[in-house]
């Protein structure tokens, strides 16, 4: 077995620090004079020994890389901080535009009326502030005067104006003035206000969600004026047929909370026996001042009747169709629901149930409430039912005969599909 003599090589300056220098400072390399084996082998180990230094280093970069996330983001932020206090304290003389407020609440106007309110802006800068280019979002508000400029130290009003339109909503609209101080380049002030209106109506409409065919509802309005001191009602009309209303003045509580002068209260009565469905009435007014022209104004009328019969439950949808989706054959297959019966007499009476197609079967059975107006539909696929489609024009139907003379036969949509998988088995296996 040869000897080595076993040296320690000095890395150059540049491999002295980091792992990839430190691997090459502690590699013991064969004396000169050595077997070329164990020169090769001194070879390998040395390049071995390199590269896991370098993957080392590698991955010691990439871990610092991704170790902070934010850390660019900081940096920006550091950034834009250093830049801002520079800005601050700039040599040179720079404006500064300092105001009290940049809301500005207008006092409700008559239509036609021009409302004026003042903003004072103070220039606390050492240089002329600028203010030029003023905007508005909607042409009824202007800004006076539209450019100015405001020596250090003093002050400057800039008033906005609002002309008010006969029926206009609450507004809600900017004004931008564009100015020369670097901190704030754009002044946007933003302004409020409502137009008195002659007629109004509290609430806007009426709606009877659940309205009832056997059953009148009831629901109160009131119609007012923010600007009169007084009208009457001269003629009113409605296009429900039967549908009734009683006019009576409003209460001095019920003006002072709805911020009127004037008004009435509406009370609007539906009629019995509408059909089931959705209807959109209206009951116009007109309202004559006493020293004024009349004006009309209309309150919708929005009724939504329900059935006298009505299904709930998982797996019929609005239309009123029972959806089975795709069946297994060889076994039942049921789906429940609950009938609720809207009408003074809740009892059905002798029930006729029929379905097509006939294998289907159908039961309704009363349930224990103190109305006594619900029920349980329970509808069954049988095992035996043959394999068959049953949709859209191929649908089934249920229809439930009632012996009540008052409730109508109900219709019931029915879709299925029976399929057996174990014959589809048995066919694809041939």
């Not at 979002?137 to 405001?150: C, F, H, Y």
């Not at 002068?261 to 001042?289: E, F």
Request: glycine content about 8%; overall charge negative.
């Amino acid at each position: 077995m040869s000897r080595h003599r076993v040296r320690e090589c000095e890395a150059p300056p540049s491999q002295k620090t980091g792992r990839l220098g430190r691997a090459r400072q502690s590699l013991a390399l064969p004396a000169s004079g050595t077997t070329a084996g164990g020169g090769r082998a001194g070879s390998i180990l040395l390049a071995l020994c390199l590269a896991v230094a370098a993957g080392c280093d590698h991955a010691a970069e990439q871990q610092l890389k991704f170790r902070d996330p934010w850390a660019e983001k900081r940096a920006a932020l550091a950034e834009a901080r250093k830049a801002k206090e520079a800005l601050d304290h700039l040599a040179q003389p720079t404006p500064r535009c300092a105001l009290a407020q940049t809301d500005v609440e207008f006092e409700p106007l008559l239509p036609g009326a021009i409302g004026r309110r003042a903003v004072t802006i103070r220039n606390v800068g050492d240089a002329p502030l600028v203010l030029t280019a003023a905007e508005t979002s909607s042409p009824s508000l202007t800004v006076d005067p539209a450019t100015a400029e405001i020596a250090p130290g003093d002050a400057a009003e800039l008033t906005l104006a609002w002309t008010a339109r006969a029926g206009e909503e609450p507004f809600t609209e900017t004004a931008t003035v564009a100015t020369n101080d670097p901190r704030v380049p754009k002044l946007e002030l933003t302004a409020t206000g409502s137009v008195l209106r002659e007629l109004a109506l509290h609430p806007p409409s009426l709606v009877f969600e659940r309205g009832r065919s056997d059953k009148s509802s009831e629901l109160c309005a009131f119609v007012t004026s923010e600007i009169w001191d007084d009208f009457e009602i001269a003629a009113a009309e409605t296009s429900l047929a039967e549908a009734t209303w009683k006019l009576e003045p409003a209460d001095r509580g019920d003006l002072r909370l709805l911020g009127a002068k004037s008004g009435y209260l509406i009370t609007y009565t539906t009629p019995k026996g509408m059909d089931h469905g959705r209807y959109q009435h209206t009951l116009s007014l007109t309202a004559a001042p006493a020293d004024g022209e009349p004006q009309q104004i209309e309150l919708p009328v929005v009724c939504k009747v329900l059935r006298k019969v009505a299904v709930y439950g998982e797996g019929i949808d609005a239309d009123g169709v029972i959806r089975f989706g795709v069946v297994e054959a060889g076994e039942p297959h049921r789906r429940q629901f609950t009938v609720k019966v809207h009408d003074e007499n809740p009892d059905v009476g002798e029930v006729v149930l029929t379905a097509e197609p006939s294998y289907v079967q159908a039961k309704l059975t009363p349930q224990a409430t103190a109305q006594g107006n619900l029920y349980r539909l329970q509808v069954t696929i049988p095992a035996d039912a043959p394999l068959e489609v049953h949709r859209g024009d191929t649908a089934g139907r249920l229809t439930i005969e009632f012996g009540h003379p008052a409730l109508e036969p109900l219709e019931l949509g029915l879709e299925f599909v029976t399929h057996s998988t174990r014959l589809q088995h048995l066919t694809s296996a041939r």
